[in-house]
Each structure stands twice: as structure tokens, then as C-alpha cells.
């Protein structure tokens, strides 16, 4: 046997040993998931349809029970789902249920056998597991209202696993094969090199040693670190393993964007320095859900925030240049204010912001308006926030991210400043559809305007299309599809979904007390006993959050349900927003007016249903009226995302409290275990209502439980993440195009 077949046949043996012992690790291994998948699978099939299951059941309909079976089972993960009585006895039963698993033999898996057994079935709440050559039962018992009337079987077809298994182990069989052969190939390629001393010029062609006049091997490295930098990159970004958390963010920003500053422009300023009556300066933080966002991420990566200098006391809580280190008592970024006069106020903010852009972009029954006056104020503020971000840039590759309607003009103004910068843009709130988008005279100047920035992030993808379209009909721009991008003279803009989030965990909540704590306080300041029942609505006074909607909602349920009166009480937080404008004047007082009617019609005594607190509150008291809350109701009537939603589920870690939320949010998107309404539907919103208040601590657990698990995965560390990692990746690619044409101008 020659000397390399000595070495080879042993290696080739060795490693097949290896693949077969690893194909059986991994099979073991994805068994295990595959398991977990289908017990996950059915416990939400379980969640979803629990209430109308009981409801039936109770009324004994169990045809409709058998038919939401029916429906169940064509997941293709379920084969059958049935269900039995304590006694025994089939209740509904989908198609396919093996005819062998009757209810005696599902009682006896599940551990109890005897309908009498009070005690064994009362302390059965966990699923139970079973496992049967390809089939795999979960049993749920049925609970309500702190009784067991019987349980649900899923059964799971588990032969997709089996196949899965067989594919895996083919896969790494086949793998090890061609990296045993590669190993030994390899091997004895460097025995012989290293025989005849090639291998020192080798090293020498990897470090890039010029080889008779050759430039070696130097550049292919480069381009490889840079190419697994960018795997790496790519990887972070589709979420990367463990939580996103401040620090990682952070490292990501020193990783992948060495260290680059991030200059935000975002109206409205995270800190607000106002005079007080008796003349002290108070910090305030606004009602803004941008806001919300965003802070927790400068505070993580540091850099500057260019925005509105709105404060009574901000002038001279700043420097000459308008500069301020904040938070207060924790500086780690700074705030550039940009100072606006009353004129250009009232025409960019109020009038071209605000009566335009946000009633065009919302569907809210509110009619735009567009004033010359006020487009030429709006063009003018722009470049002033324009100017301030490019003065605040201490490289000429700065990262710049605009935020919302009130900047559609910055992209464009600071890509002119600095050609060679990463213009992120942000549009916070909804993109109409085209043909609506089509009735705004300034249409054009607002999607060039927004056609600056390198990547241009929505909410959602529909909105994303919604701005495609928009681009496609208006504007000489060819879209590229497959990328999700505009090119527009010459450059491109890639066009994003990245739905914003909160932070996680959230700090207003390590601030306030315990939630007992909390509902004893609230329900003390509102002169109610601890067994009262309290819902909660918390939004700016703004005509799209569909404010009156939900008070109309509350009437109807205590006109459905009587019993509720004296017992529901539902406090509304209102902070005063935009009030110059008169649609927002007319608004309170239509409010106002409501939750008035309602009182006198249902209130009796000192109880009042409607508690309208029209006021900003500082969040560690808005965070206490969540904790204190039974229910939250975000009834928006369109909403690119609204962080209540969230707010509402982080600030609950007893896993208490029931979301309530309009189908019209994004939020709904992603929040599936709220209960999600049309907030015009009045019959629906106040059933909905009804159900909060009705539904078991068992219930509201598992679905608060579910919400919060998905905010803690998904959260704004992550949102933030996956806009900075595009972006990393855009730079890095520029780079490579900038310098390969360098290399052939040389040429
Ligand atoms: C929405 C907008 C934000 C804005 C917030 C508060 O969430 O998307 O940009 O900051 O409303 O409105 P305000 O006019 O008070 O800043």
C-alpha cells in the first residue's frame, strides 16, 4: 500500500464514524425541537380558540365544537383533534381521529382515569405529552371559571419529522464523505508542498510577498475578512443568537460602523426643559411614541439628537450652539436644538406637518390641507435641521438618520452636503395608497426629497408597497422588485419594513412600585374599591386614535350588560397634543362632551364610568395606570404602530391585564394574542370588552405571557440593530465599489 493510502483509509474511516455519531446527536436533537414545535403549535391552536370552544360546549352545540375541529385539523401538523367530557364521554371528534383513541384511553394518559376523582382533576392544569411511534398527543385540560369540563387531544402526524431525519442523515453522510476526501486530498497536497518547500512561498503569496513582480494572494485575503465581516453582519442582522440588549447594539456600532456617532433629526426632543409657576425648570419627557423608541437607543450608542428646541426654559438649559448633554444626571448623549420662530412654527409644524402630512397619510376622516405659505416654511425648517445635522458631523461619512413626516426634504438636502454619507430616513406613521397619496400638490418633492436616504424604513410592508407604488406612479424612477429599491438618478434607496418596538426590559418599570401596589394607589386617587374593575385608554388627544370610538364602546357594554354598572369604571389619559390647531380644539371638546353624556346617563351616586384626565402625565404615572389596569383598549383608527400596545404588555410582569387592540395598528400585526377589534364596530369592541373583564387569570396569563416573550425578542435594540446592520453592509459595499473604481482609473 503506498504511504498515502496508509494515511488516507484510516482518515476516511475516522471521520465516516464521526458523521454517522453526529447524524444520530442531531436526529435526537431535532426530535427533541420537532416535539416541542407541535406542543407550541397546539397550545396556541388551544389559546385561539379556547373561549369559543367553552362557549359551545357550555350551550352544548358540539357540532360547532367539532367543526372549529374540523378546522383545526387541516394544519398539516395536526392529524386530529377530539374532545371528551370528565365522564367519558366524546364531545366532537375531527374526521381523521384514529378510532382507537377513545376517551377511556386519553384519560388514563392524561393521569386521570376516574371521573370522580375530584382532587386528580382539579390538580391537572399542565398539558400532557405523549409519544407513539409516529403520533404524538398533547392533552390539554378545559378549564373555566376554575372548573375542568374535560380535556382536548391533539394528535400530531410526526412522520414529516422521520422524513426530515432520513434527509438530515443522507445530508451528513454525504458531507462528511466529500470533507473526508477533501481532508485527505488536502493532506497530501501539503505533504508534498511542504517536501519541496513551497509552503514558505505560499505563507509569503497569502501575506501578499510580491512574487516575481506578482501582487500574491494579499488582496483575495482582504476581500475574504471582508466578505466574512459581512456574513457576520448579515447574520446580526436576520437577529443573531441571544437578546438584543443596549450593550450589544452598542457593540454592533463599534463592530460594524467603527464607532461612527449616529446624528438623529427628530421634531420633537426627547427632553424638554420647561419653567414651572413658581419659576424652577422642570424636565419633561413628551407623549411621543417616537420618542418612546428612540431615546433608549441614544442612550445606548451616544451621538447627537437634532430637534426642535419647543421648551419655555430650553434656551437657556443649552449652549451657544443650542447643545445640551442629556439625560439629565446620566449624560451620555447630547440634544442640538434648533430654534424655530412663531411663523415657521405655525407654517412647518402646525400647518404643513400637521394639517397636511399627518391627516394625508392617516385614514381618519380628517380632510388635509395644503398651504402655499405653509410648504415654503416647511422647505425652509428643513434646511435649517439639514444644516444643523451636517454642522454636528465629524467625518465625511456620516451616519444620519431622519426621522418622520416632518423631514421628507432632509434625505436629499444632507446627501448634497455629504455625498458620501449614510442617509437613513425613518416614516413613522402610516403611507396611504398611492391613488390617496396622489391628492397632495407636493407629492412629487416629497418622494425625491425622501429618495436621499440610502435606506428609507416603514412600519410594515404594505406600507413599503404603498410607497413603490407611489414612486412608480408619480415619478420618472425605475423600481427594482427584487431588491425592494428605487433608482433614482443613478442612486439607489433601498425601501424597508422595520417595525419599531420598545425597550426591553423597559426602565419606567423598575421605577414604580409593585403591581398591588399600584392598583391600590390608583384606585385610592379614583375613590374606588379594591374589587372594581378598570379599564384603561392612554393617547394624545389626536383625531386618529379613535378616542371617541372607545368611549362609545364602553356605553354600549354597560348598556349590554347592566351588571357591569357601578362596577367598570374606564379611565381615559389624555395629553393635550397639537393645540393650536383647531381640529384638535374641536376634538376635546367633542370628548369632553361624550365622556360627559355617558356619566350623566350611567353614573349614579359618586361612581362615573368615564374618568377623562385631559393632561400630560409623566410616564412613571402612566406606567402605574397600566400596572393598576384589568384592560387596556387602543382603539386607533390607523396607526403605523402605536407603542400603548407595547407599553401596555411590558409594563405587565404579573402576566395580568388584558390588550384590547384595533386591527387598524401595526401593532395588531405582531401582538396576535390581544384581542383584536374594528374600532368602529361597536357590538364587536364592547363584546370584546366584556370578554377582557370576564376572562381567567389562566387565560389572560398565557396570552400576556406569549406577548411579552415576542417584545423581549423583538425589541427596539433589535429594530435599531437590523436598520444599522443594512446600512453597515451598504457602506461596506460602496466602499468596494469606490475602490474598484479607483483601482481601474489607476489603470
Ligand atoms: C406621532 C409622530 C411623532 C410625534 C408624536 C407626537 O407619534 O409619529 O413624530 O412626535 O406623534 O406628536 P407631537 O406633534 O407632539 O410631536
Known sequence: ????????????????????????????????????????????????????????????????????????????????????????????????????????????????????????????????????????????????????????????????????????????????????????????????????????????????????????????????????????????SAGGAGAWTPERLRQLVGRHLSGEKIIIVANREPYIHERGAGGEIEVL???????????????????????????????????????????????????????????????????????????????????????????????????????????????????????????ALVPRLVRAREPRATVLAFWHIPWPNSEHFGICPLRYEIMEGLLGSSILGFQTQLHCNNFLDAVDRYMEARIDRERQAVVYQGRVTLVRPYPISVEWPIRWVQAVPSVDECRREVLGELGLPPDAILGLGVDRLDYTKGIEERLRAVERLLERFPALRGRFTFVQIAAPSRTPIERYRELRRQVEALAASINARFGSGSWHPVVLRCEHHEPPRVFRHYRAADLCYVSSLHDGMNLVAKEFVAARDDERGVLILSHFTGAARELTEALVVNPYDLEQASAALAAAIAMPADEQAERMRSMRAFLADFNVYRWAGRILVDAARLRQRYRFSSSALERASVR
Not at 410526526?158 to 442523515?169: D, G, K, W
Open 1 to 236: 500500500m503506498s504511504r498515502a493510502a496508509r494515511f488516507v483509509l484510516p482518515l476516511v474511516v475516522v471521520l465516516g464514524l464521526m458523521a454517522w455519531i453526529a447524524s444520530l446527536v442531531a436526529n435526537s436533537v431535532t426530535r427533541r425541537w420537532f416535539e416541542k414545535d407541535v406542543q407550541v403549535r397546539a397550545h396556541g391552536a388551544f389559546a385561539v380558540s379556547r373561549q369559543a370552544v367553552i362557549h359551545h360546549w357550555r350551550s352544548g352545540r358540539r357540532q360547532a365544537v367539532g367543526r372549529i375541529f374540523e378546522g383545526m385539523a387541516h394544519d398539516r401538523l395536526f392529524l386530529a383533534v377530539a374532545a371528551c367530557s370528565r365522564d367519558g364521554t366524546p364531545v366532537a371528534r375531527s374526521p381523521r381521529t384514529p378510532a382507537q383513541l377513545t376517551c377511556r384511553k386519553l384519560a388514563t394518559m392524561a393521569g386521570v382515569p376516574r371521573p370522580a376523582d375530584e382532587a386528580a382533576w382539579r390538580a391537572w392544569t399542565r398539558a400532557v405529552a405523549v409519544h407513539e411511534g409516529n403520533v404524538d398527543l398533547t392533552i390539554l385540560p378545559l378549564r373555566d371559571r376554575g372548573q375542568t369540563l374535560g380535556m382536548v387531544a391533539f394528535v400530531h402526524d410526526m412522520s414529516f419529522a422521520a422524513e426530515r431525519e432520513a434527509a438530515t442523515e443522507s445530508f451528513y453522510l454525504a458531507a462528511f464523505a466529500i470533507l473526508a476526501l477533501a481532508a485527505a486530498g488536502f493532506t497530501v497536497l501539503v505533504g508534498t508542498l511542504s517536501e519541496r518547500r513551497w509552503i514558505t512561498q505560499v505563507r509569503g503569496l497569502l501575506r501578499g510577498d510580491p512574487v516575481d513582480g506578482a501582487a500574491g494572494f494579499g488582496p483575495i485575503v482582504r476581500d475574504f475578512r471582508e466578505l466574512v465581516a459581512r456574513v457576520q453582519a448579515e447574520a446580526e
Open 285 to 407: 419627557h413628551p407623549a411621543s411614541g417616537l420618542v418612546t423608541a428612540l431615546e433608549p437607543i441614544m442612550r445606548a450608542c451616544s451621538g447627537v439628537w437634532v430637534g426642535h428646541g419647543s421648551g419655555s426654559a430650553d434656551r437657556e438649559t443649552a449652549d451657544s450652539q443650542g447643545r445640551v448633554a442629556v439625560p439629565p444626571g446620566e449624560e451620555s448623549y447630547a440634544i442640538r436644538r434648533v430654534w424655530l420662530g412663531p411663523d415657521e412654527e405655525r407654517g412647518y409644524y402646525e400647518g404643513f406637518a400637521n394639517e397636511g402630512l399627518w391627516p394625508l397619510c392617516h385614514i381618519a376622516h380628517t380632510r388635509p390641507i395644503f398651504r402655499g405659505e405653509d410648504w415654503m416654511h416647511y422647505q425652509r425648517v428643513n434646511r435649517k435641521f439639514a444644516a444643523a445635522a451636517c454642522a454636528e458631523a465629524t467625518s465625511d461619512e456620516p451616519i444620519v438618520f431622519v426621522q418622520d413626516y416632518h423631514f
